[in-house]
């Protein structure tokens, strides 16, 4: 049973809070694109959304690049306000007093609170509406007060301005908000990669002419031809032709399917060595190809409502700069009635308040750790699931590509004639198959090259439909088959020594002039590393599952070859992500790690998803870490990583909240007259903060090394 597959139904941006509406319709081979529409829109003709999706896009990136654009403008001009500031002429030792310098500042200041600002107060604005106070309502109140209370001491209030301060917390914080974007912008491109699976043209054939058109003008019921190598265009049935066709990247089979008259094909597979003849039964959102997408986009969309811990400790560390900043005006108003010194001491608490640490307390640590592991063959596109990664408890493996190298290599080499080497018997295989696309016949001929085994020239070389290849090589006839050759010769089928697991290996024998003379045998190999990468997940209590379309032989073979706690076969991109499902149902963390189309739905469904680097940009568009080496064993070293990260994080908001926990009291005068935390020591105290985080930070570089 097929699962009824759920439209998501339309989301929001999170940065402009428009709406994404889905654009799909019947006929349209492009069914990904989305457009910011307001809701009156929806009922327009679909085909004004077609470029929507690019302009989703793009509008997101504008959002990221207008951060770091707002960043680099703002950190220009902090540099003359740093000069100017009287506070940072006293510990520097220098002065720059020339008429109307404090107006100057002013006027930059001005600048960089409106220019600089603005994306904090409109995004206080919108957390407030939206009942959701986090970091921007923060930084907002922080930079308001600020710039507030320095404006009033440049018309004469008395104190110092805290205009130096207020620059600096908003270059920080755009430099923060730019590098935790620019790792959330790449969500969509998952869906564009699935889109690029299919064909811009298709050979149709229309009035008993075959005639070139565009992928979307392609209809259901159009018969089509597909050559050898073409991609299928769209869900179909073979109406004329056989062919063996890689569905690998869709389904999980790592062994070509033969396809020949009246069975099914899948748009985005690719043809083999022959060509088809097809009837179109499926395009747009009725295609398997759709459905995948589908499922990757709602999987994606639950995913992105994890909220991050920072925005939780920005919370209450604005409700509480608040409160505690109003208290102690009233107090020290009531208790001096002096309006310069309450107006001081609460600016003091705000400023002291101000997240210069928070701010870079994880993106700092985001950034070094991205860099790293860059170098460690791992690539983070999803900070909040690579987070998680450090709660692991069962990771689930796709087989082909992943587990295993995804290509069918010789196992064997069996002679049938003592005259004639191992050798001999590749280097005529190998010859013979040279100029076919099969799965075998590259394997075969990868063989031969491992070994340095020049290849004869073959000629009068053909296809046998069906069963293999034939040639004259050296003056004899060779043929190179799979067992069918015999059955359609009424021949017995040459002896297979017990020792090869037909469950597992892809059989070809070689016939020199008609004579069986040697065997080959085929299959998909196992990573060198993938068992050393289970034993450490077992020593972790990580329990390990294979994941494939495979066979339950195959599936079995591996899964008992490396020791892993399970396996579940034959399991279809749909169900795949209904499987990771039902393990998460239980009350397991899991990741999952794929290579190819097929896992999309899964790796976007799990809490962790995973890509081999050598596998489609699908998965790793789809992914949240990907694997550049697509090695196993790495899925191990990404998982210390994340804890080593996360410890990380954890250790710099400690730093970040625990010296506003001493700060802000000192600054509201809980010891005066003992003592008081003047504004320029609360602004050092922040500043020396952010240091020690930033340090910290970088201590992760070394435990790395």
């Known amino acids: 049973?097929?699962?009824?597959?759920?439209?998501?139904?339309?989301?929001?941006?999170?940065?402009?809070?428009?709406?994404?509406?889905?654009?799909?319709?019947?006929?349209?081979?492009?069914?990904?694109?989305?457009?910011?529409?307001?809701?009156?829109?929806?009922?327009?003709?679909?085909?004004?959304?077609?470029?929507?999706?690019?302009?989703?896009?793009?509008?997101?990136?504008?959002?990221?690049?207008d951060f770091l654009k707002r960043?680099?403008?703002?950190?220009?001009?902090?540099?003359?306000?740093?000069?100017?500031?009287?506070?940072?002429?006293?510990?520097?030792?220098?002065?720059?007093?020339?008429?109307?310098?404090?107006?100057?500042?002013?006027?930059?200041?001005?600048?960089?609170?409106?220019?600089?600002?603005?994306?904090?107060?409109?995004?206080?604005?919108?957390?407030?509406?939206?009942?959701?106070?986090?970091?921007?309502?923060?930084?907002?109140?922080?930079?308001?007060?600020?710039?507030?209370?320095?404006?009033?001491?440049?018309?004469?209030?008395?104190g110092m301005d805290f205009f130096w301060e207020l620059a600096t917390l908003i270059d920080i914080m755009l430099l923060g908000h730019w590098l935790e974007m620019r790792s959330e912008m790449a969500a969509s491109k998952a869906l564009e990669s699935l889109v690029a699976l299919l064909p811009s043209t298709v050979h149709v054939e229309r009035n008993g002419e075959v005639a070139d058109i565009s992928l979307k003008e392609l209809r259901n019921g159009d018969r089509v031809l597909v050559k050898p190598g073409e991609k299928i265009p769209a869900d179909g049935i073979v109406t004329d032709g056989h062919s063996y066709v890689n569905e690998s990247m869709l389904t999980g089979e790592s062994v070509p399917v033969k396809k020949e008259k009246d069975q099914k094909v899948i748009g985005g597979s690719i043809n083999g060595d022959g060509a088809l003849k097809l009837q179109i039964t499926a395009t747009g959102n009725d295609s398997y190809l759709n459905k995948v997408i589908t499922l990757v986009s709602s999987a994606q969309a639950s995913k992105s409502k994890t909220q991050n811990l920072a925005d939780k400790v920005a919370k209450w560390l604005t409700i509480i700069s608040i409160t505690?900043?109003?208290?102690?005006?009233?107090?020290?108003?009531?208790?001096?009635?002096?309006?310069?010194?309450?107006?001081?001491?609460?600016?003091?608490?705000?400023?002291?308040?101000?997240?210069?640490?928070?701010?870079?307390?994880?993106?700092?640590?985001?950034?070094?750790?991205t860099s790293l592991s860059a170098t460690h063959g791992l690539l983070i596109r999803n900070r909040t699931a690579f987070e998680s990664a450090r709660n692991i408890t069962t990771l689930i493996f796709d087989k082909t590509g992943t587990l295993t190298k995804g290509v069918h290599e010789v196992e064997r080499i069996i002679s049938l004639d003592n005259n004639i080497t191992e050798d001999e018997l590749l280097r005529y295989a190998a010859s013979v198959q040279q100029h076919s696309e099969h799965h075998i016949a590259h394997g075969l001929t990868r063989k031969a090259k491992e070994k340095s085994l020049q290849l004869w020239r073959v000629e009068n070389f053909s296809y046998i439909p069906g069963v293999g290849v034939k040639g004259t090589v050296n003056g004899k006839l060779v043929i190179s088959a799979g067992p069918h050759y015999f059955k359609q010769n009424n021949q017995p089928v040459p002896a297979t020594p017990s020792s090869v697991e037909l469950s597992v290996e892809t059989i070809n024998y070689l016939l020199i002039d008609n004579q069986p003379v040697g065997i080959f045998t085929l299959a998909d190999s196992i990573r060198e590393s993938s068992a050393e990468a289970i034993a450490d997940l077992k020593q972790m209590n990580i329990k390990s599952y294979l994941l494939t379309g495979d066979n339950e032989n195959i599936a079995k073979s591996v899964a008992e070859k490396l020791r892993m706690d399970g396996y579940l076969a034959n399991v279809l991109p749909h169900e795949k992500q209904e499987r990771l499902k039902a393990f998460q149902a239980k009350g397991h963390i899991v990741a999952m790690t794929g290579d190819g189309v097929n896992d999309a739905p899964a790796l976007a469904q799990a809490d962790v998803g995973i890509a081999v680097g050598s596998g489609t940009d699908v998965a790793a568009e789809t992914a949240d870490v990907i694997l550049v080496n697509s090695d196993p064993k790495d899925v191990v070293g990404m998982i210390a990583f994340a804890k080593a990260t996360y410890n990380k994080m954890i250790q710099n908001l400690i730093w970040a909240v625990g010296y506003n926990l001493i700060a802000i009291p000192l600054a509201a005068g809980i010891l005066y007259p003992k003592f008081v935390l003047s504004p320029a020591m609360g602004a050092v105290l922040m500043s020396l903060s952010t240091i020690i985080v930033a340090f910290n930070a970088q201590l992760l570089r070394k435990q790395f090394k």
């Open 1 to 65: 049973m097929h699962p009824e597959v759920i439209n998501p139904g339309p989301g929001k941006c999170k940065k402009c809070r428009m709406d994404l509406i889905p654009v799909m319709h019947a006929g349209n081979t492009d069914p990904l694109r989305h457009a910011h529409q307001h809701h009156e829109a929806a009922a327009n003709n679909v085909h004004q959304g077609q470029e929507g999706h690019g302009a989703h896009d793009k509008h997101a990136g504008h959002h990221t690049h």
């Open 71 to 158: 960043f680099r403008v703002c950190l220009a001009v902090t540099i003359p306000i740093l000069l100017l500031s009287h506070m940072v002429q006293q510990w520097l030792g220098f002065e720059i007093r020339f008429p109307g310098h404090k107006y100057v500042l002013l006027a930059l200041s001005t600048f960089i609170y409106m220019y600089g600002g603005m994306p904090f107060l409109k995004g206080m604005v919108g957390e407030i509406k939206d009942k959701a106070i986090g970091m921007m309502t923060l930084v907002a109140i922080a930079i308001s007060v600020a710039f507030i209370y320095s404006v009033a001491v440049v018309f004469g209030l008395k």
């Open 324 to 369: 505690v900043g109003v208290i102690t005006f009233i107090f020290w108003f009531n208790k001096e009635n002096d309006l310069a010194f309450a107006l001081e001491r609460m600016v003091t608490v705000m400023v002291t308040a101000c997240p210069h640490a928070l701010g870079v307390a994880i993106p700092l640590v985001v950034a070094i750790s």
